[in-house]
């Protein structure tokens, strides 16, 4: 593992787009406690300090799979939870890993281009001991503490998840379809929920996830076929 960790940072992503050119090629940075994390959608995540899971990975090589990413660190981080025992995994598209109704794991991908993608950061931060939540949050959260009563080693939880996202990493670089695999954790599926498309919220019923992993939807009587980034949900 290429690691660095920092006890306090503003964010872990902010600090591998300032320094990604002088880092190697899946590095991966984690942090105590970041003053400014950041959510999907201009959101701030707020994470007790030492409590979780809070790191980001450096992409820099092979990344025309990269909208493929999202999801496929949502799954990686499934597939480590179920090695805990974890049940009723969900991946809430594009890439929100669920405990039942509970989100647990938050994922952001961010990218630096300029005629071409220059690199692709995976953000990610995951609720481990943390068992109090205070403040509103759009959708309930939970912890591995919660769901397993139980505290969790966050240093050896750190080497599954870095592991389990570089497999499958390589795997969807040596052409393998993730398709049903991720099918089966497909947590929007059959449900009529709210969507937030452009700057306007309507009501709207997904379909599924497609084999490209963008979602399939019907709003108005009629099928759309959303990609990431394209769409936020109210559950």
Known sequence: MKSIHFENIDSTNTYLKNNYEHLDDQTFVSADNQTNGKGRNTRTWISEDSKNLLFSLLLKNNLEHYQELSIISAYSIIKVLEKYNLKDLMIKWPNDVYV??????????????????????????????????????????????????????????????????????NKLNNGYNFYEDISKYDYLVNKEVYATINNKKERVRVIKINEDYSLKIILNNTELNINSGEISFHI
Do not use: A, W
């Open 100 to 169: 039942s109704d509970s989100k647990i794991c938050g994922i952001l991908l961010e990218g630096i281009s300029t005629d071409r993608l220059l690199c692709l950061i995976i953000g990610i931060g995951l609720n481990v001991n943390q068992d109090t939540f205070e403040g509103e949050y759009l959708t309930k959260p939970t912890s591995m503490k919660l769901e397993l009563h139980k505290d969790i080693d966050i240093n050896t939880l750190k080497k599954e998840v870095y592991q389990s996202l570089i497999d499958n990493i």
